[in-house]
């Protein structure tokens, strides 16, 4: 006899879904290409098999966030190219030059090396000049735009394709976001005095779904993918959810008044509590900082509190108002009753840091 047990806690990931939201991206900037952006995981939702399903929708590129992830792109078998979002380190670009992925830079030394690179593998390597326009994280100044834009355009191995930025504060300061908007546009100005540039982009699903940056005609949907909107627009409650995050009740206790529950016996029941035992700790991503926050559970049609400390591999929760709660039900801890941003919120993190830190442990069922 060969029975495989079910595991103890899991995410279903609904694939339809992220497809919507794609299209719900496409009708927001009809005219403008998409790269939808699928790093750490298509954000905890499953690299290749969200890569698997939209890749037949015909876009510009895939996201990704290094030469590992690009990699995984390639032995998918996708006919959409990986772009690797961020700078690159020496150690990566001979594997990025000959596998032909897309990439930025940021200064005159990466794109020489690119150059150097692409002029030993006997062909030429695409590129995107990164621009500086308020992120401080990677990209030229535009200060230094002028300057390096000849020196680039002298590199005969490589192809500028196109020109990137990235907003750091669209869902919080609009107004600094329109001013880094005219930013960009001087850069590109800049830019196209050298380079015949196919691709402009700034915009992620903040931008996308809260400015017009009439220069651009890329945008790099992430979050919104996922279902959530980081502001808030007219595509309100027409995104779908993608993720239900679920446990089971592993056992079910009385506890006299006066008990500690979970380590450093911060929660002491007040009244004889019935308690929950749930088979998902901060092992499985579910944030320790949910420990204390008000943070509840769904079971049998019931909202339960969390009680205590999250643990490593499970927490624990108070039933004493759901007396049919027994030992394997069901656990919602992310889904329809329970939204990711409320979970967030009650941890004081943002809800990129809850999807992405959903840990290998949990099996993805899609």
């Known amino acids: 006899m060969n029975h ?51 890749d037949a929708d015909g876009i510009a590129y895939f996201g990704v966030a290094n030469a590992g992830e690009a990699r995984r792109i390639s032995r998918a078998n996708l006919r959409t190219r990986p772009f690797i979002l961020g700078p690159t380190i020496p150690d990566e ?18 794109a020489r090396h690119f150059n150097s690179l692409a002029a030993l593998a006997g062909h030429r390597f695409t590129v995107h000049v990164a ?29 500028v394709e196109g020109v990137m930025s990235h907003f750091p504060a669209a869902d919080e300061d609009v107004p600094f976001t329109q001013a880094e908007i005219g930013v960009f546009t001087d850069c590109v100005a ?45 595509y309100d409650g027409v995104l779908r959810p993608t993720l239900r995050l679920s446990s089971r009740v592993s056992l079910v206790r009385e506890l006299p008044a006066g008990h500690g529950v979970a380590y450093g016996r911060t929660y002491m029941t007040e009244r004889p509590t019935r308690v929950a035992t749930i088979g998902i700790g901060y092992a499985d991503g579910w944030s320790r900082r949910l420990s204390g926050s008000g943070a509840r559970v769904y079971i049998r049609g019931h909202y339960c509190p969390m009680l205590g ?42 809800v990129w840091e809850i999807f992405t ?3 290998p442990r949990l099996p993805r069922n899609y």
């Open 4 to 54: 495989e047990s079910p595991p103890r806690a899991w995410v279903d990931v609904d694939l339809e879904a992220i497809a919507h939201n794609l299209d719900i991206a496409r009708q927001a900037l009809p005219d403008t290409a998409l790269m939808p952006v699928i790093k750490a995981g298509a954000y905890g939702h499953g690299l290749e098999p969200v890569a698997r399903r939209l």
């Open 93 to 110: 670009r001979e594997e990025i030059v000959s596998q032909g992925w897309c990439c930025t830079v940021s200064t005159l030394e990466e």
């Open 131 to 159: 621009v500086d326009t308020g992120m401080g994280r990677e990209g030229f100044l535009p200060a230094e735009l002028g300057e390096a834009a000849p020196q680039l355009a002298a590199l005969e191995h490589l192809d």
């Open 190 to 234: 800049q830019l196209q005095q050298h380079f015949n540039l196919r691709y402009r982009h700034i915009a992620a699903s903040a931008g996308e779904l809260g400015y017009e940056v009439p220069i651009a005609n890329l945008a790099r949907p992430g979050l919104l993918l996922y279902g959530v909107a980081p502001m808030a627009s007219i």
């Open 309 to 350: 400390r999250v643990t490593m591999d499970q927490i624990m929760a108070d039933v004493t108002d759901a007396p049919e709660v027994a030992p394997g039900d069901e656990v919602e801890l992310i889904g329809p009753h329970i939204p990711v941003t409320e979970v967030a919120e009650r941890a004081g993190t943002i």
């Open 357 to 359: 830190g959903l840990g």
